[in-house]
T-cell receptor, first 110, second 112 residues
Framework: NAGVTQTPKFRILKIGQSMTLQCTQD?????MYWYRQDPGMGLKLIYY???????DKGEVPNGYNVSRSTTEDFPLRLELAAPSQTSVYFC?????????FGPGTRLLVL | DQQVKQNSPSLSVQEGRISILNCDYT??????FLWYKKYPAEGPTFLIS?????DKNEDGRFTVFLNKSAKHLSLHIVPSQPGDSAVYFC???????????FGTGTRLQVFP
């Protein structure tokens, strides 16, 4: 049981490039989330999903897109990378109120 | 508008002593509170939680206290161990929703 896995662990992007952050969970959780954490700050919710085919915006959705075609996968898409998107990104899944997090993806946009 | 606040960015405690981490919140509609622990280069891991209908929850060395009138919760770790050195996040959620609102974290250092 791997829990929540994220790839890649680290990525450098140039301004304007696009990429997809991958997230997979094997716990059969319906709820999944994407957060970003900036230095000295708490986690901010980007997008979340309550099940396959259903997604909704969180607190900071601008510049990101998501899809949820299966229960297991919840990829996060950056279309036009900007320096303000330099951050650490965490994916999580939950059962009831407890969320389980992946190890994170560190993204640097230059 | 920070609805969940952790006003102490860091805390240093000697091994064997008690660590007390504090968290304040502004929204009285929060229904559930959680503490997460985070080591460097890892994702947060769930530590302990408390429902708004309780004022205390204990799990081994970890106890969370909730004071609803003061909109305050605290995490007590006793005795503190060097392996407890990490960043601790307080989080809160509203009734019937799994969305969490996180505080900014407190870095705990436990020294020998």
């Amino acid at each position: 049981n791997a829990g929540v896995t994220q790839t890649p662990k680290f990525r450098i992007l140039k301004i304007g490039q696009s990429m997809t952050l991958q997230c997979t969970q094997d716990m059969n959780h319906n709820y999944m989330y994407w957060y970003r954490q900036d230095p000295g700050m708490g986690l901010k919710l980007i997008y979340y999903s309550v099940g396959a085919g259903i997604t909704d915006k969180g607190e900071v959705p601008n510049g990101y897109n998501v899809s949820r075609s299966t229960t297991e996968d919840f990829p996060l898409r950056l279309e036009l990378a900007a320096p303000s998107q330099t951050s650490v990104y965490f994916c999580a899944s939950s059962i009831e109120e407890t969320q389980y997090f992946g190890p994170g993806t560190r993204l640097l946009v230059l | 508008d920070q609805q969940v606040k952790q006003n102490s960015p860091s805390l240093s405690v000697q091994e064997g002593r008690i660590s007390i981490l504090n968290c304040d919140y502004t929204n009285s509609m929060f229904d559930y509170f959680l503490w997460y622990k985070k080591y460097p280069a890892e994702g947060p891991t769930f530590l302990i939680s408390i429902s708004s209908i309780k004022d205390k929850n204990e799990d081994g060395r970890f106890t969370v206290f909730l004071n609803k009138s003061a909109k305050h919760l605290s995490l007590h770790i006793v005795p503190s161990q060097p392996g407890d050195s990490a960043v601790y996040f307080c989080a809160a959620s509203f009734y019937n929703t799994d969305k969490l609102i996180f505080g900014t974290g407190t870095r705990l250092q436990v020294f020998p």
